[in-house]
C-alpha cells in the first residue's frame, strides 16, 4: 500500500513521520530510506547484536531468534534510528518494551521517556519501523506483498510459491538464524 492509499487518519501519522525523518536526516545518518537488501545476512545480524549492546538502548525484550531474518536490516535501521534520536537528549535512554512480529508486521515498541521531543520521534519511528515491515519480504527484505494464507506476512512471489511447496524449507528460509 503506498502512501496515497492510505487513509486520512494514517496519512497524518505518515505526514508526522516525514517531519520528524527529515529532521533526523539533517543532523545524522539518513534512516527514511527503505532499507537495502542485505547481501550478507549474518553481517546485518552481527551488526544488530552490536547496537543492542550500546548502553542507550534498554534491549532485553529484543529475541532476534523469533524475528524475521528478512527484516534484519529495518530492525537495524530503526534501532539505529532510535539510538541517534536518543543521544539528543543528554542522559536519556530508550527501553524496547516490544519488538516481535504480528499479522504480519514487525512491532517495535519503545518506552516513552518524559521529553516530549524525543518521545514523538520515538513513536515515529516505531511507526515507520511497522509501516516498512508490511511491506518488506519477511524472507529477503525485497518489497513484497502481504500473505493472507495461515501466515499473515509479506513474502515476494518466489518465497510465497516455496511457502505453498516446502513449508519445512520456507521455516528455515525466514529465521533470523
Not at 144 to 152: E, K, L, N
Request: proline share 6%.
Amino acid at each position: 500500500m503506498t502512501n496515497s492509499e492510505k487513509d486520512p487518519f494514517d496519512q497524518r501519522f505518515w505526514d508526522a513521520a516525514e517531519t520528524v525523518w527529515a529532521a533526523i536526516c539533517k543532523d545524522g545518518p539518513c534512516y527514511r530510506s527503505p532499507p537495502e537488501v542485505p547481501a550478507d545476512r549474518n553481517a546485518v545480524i552481527r551488526e544488530l547484536k552490536t547496537i543492542l549492546q550500546d548502553d542507550r538502548l534498554d534491549a532485553r525484550a529484543v529475541e532476534l531468534r523469533y524475528l524475521p531474518g528478512g527484516w534484519a536490516t529495518l530492525l537495524r535501521d530503526g534501532l539505529r534510528a532510535l539510538l541517534h534520536a536518543v543521544s539528543q537528549v543528554p542522559g536519556q535512554k530508550v527501553t524496547i518494551l516490544v519488538c516481535k512480529e504480528k499479522a504480519g508486521e514487525l512491532r517495535l515498541m519503545a518506552q516513552k521517556t518524559g521529553d516530549e521531543d524525543l518521545d514523538l520521534e520515538i513513536g515515529m519511528i516505531s511507526y515507520w519501523v511497522t509501516g516498512q515491515s508490511r511491506e518488506r519480504c519477511a524472507v529477503t527484505g525485497q518489497p513484497g506483498q502481504m500473505t493472507f494464507d495461515g501466515w499473515i506476512i509479506p513474502l515476494t512471489a518466489e518465497c510465497a510459491g516455496l511457502k505453498r511447496s516446502d513449508p519445512a524449507a520456507f521455516r528455515k528460509a525466514v529465521a533470523m538464524f
